[in-house]
């Protein structure tokens, strides 16, 4: 589990890791990680947020009994109390991540932007992507999951249907002509900035922690 503070100075970010109960927000990329007791003793029910990828991955433990099964529903169920079922939010990323851009290490980038999307980053669109093409690893796929992910949070019941629709990796995002996820946007730059973002509940003090679990 990752650990990340988000200040307008370095002065105000006065510790490396997240106390109990002071999270703002779980962006879990992987279901088991945030379920797990370290990530859920971050969170407190009057102000945190959970983004979860409900996507169930075999663990560790597949490997040493091949009978091992992923309590997917009771790992979903300890979230939601311990945050409020209003403040819960589950998307299968993984299975849209690969569907929309062809490949699973899309998720995390996905997951960040449909965070974003709904106003629990308080980071600027334009920051995330400029650090996405300062990091210099797959640029372009990053950046291209974020804003997919921006996607999937202002349509979620659109998103629910790009899952059965054929897959077109690396390309649906720049066609408009045909019935696919990427007909929904003719320019991906203008309509992703475009799109209207949920309220900011930040306020001007806005070191607050976010624990992050990404994954293992």
């Given at each position: ?49 959970a ?5 169930e ?52 980038l ?36 974020f ?6 949070a202002h ?20 066609r408009?002509?045909?019935s ?7 320019s991906?730059?203008?309509?992703a ?24």
């Amino acid at each position: 589990m990752t650990h990340v503070r988000i200040a307008a100075r370095q002065d105000d970010i006065y510790a490396v890791r997240i106390a109990a109960g002071e999270a703002d927000l779980i962006l879990g990329c992987d279901l088991v990680v945030a379920a797990g007791d370290e990530a859920l003793t971050r969170l407190n029910e009057k102000i945190s947020h959970a983004v979860i990828n409900s996507h169930e991955s075999a663990t560790a433990e597949f490997t040493r009994n091949p009978d091992a099964q992923v309590p997917g529903e009771a790992m979903r169920q300890a979230l939601v109390e311990a945050v409020g079922a209003d403040k819960t939010h589950f998307i299968d990323a993984t299975r849209l991540a690969t569907r929309l851009l062809g490949d699973s290490i899309a998720t995390n980038l996905f997951m960040l932007g449909f965070a974003w999307q709904m106003g629990l980053v308080p980071v600027s669109a334009e920051a995330i992507e400029q650090a996405i093409e300062l990091n210099g690893v797959s640029v372009e796929l990053n950046r291209q999951a974020f804003r997919w992910g921006r996607r999937g949070a202002h349509r979620r019941e659109a998103s629910r249907r790009w899952c059965v629709r054929p897959s077109r990796p690396n390309r649906c995002a720049a066609r408009s002509t045909r019935s696919s996820p990427g007909a929904w946007i003719s320019s991906p730059v203008t309509r992703a900035r475009a799109m209207p973002v949920a309220t900011r509940r930040w306020s001007s003090a806005c070191g607050r922690p976010t624990a992050v679990p990404t994954r293992r």
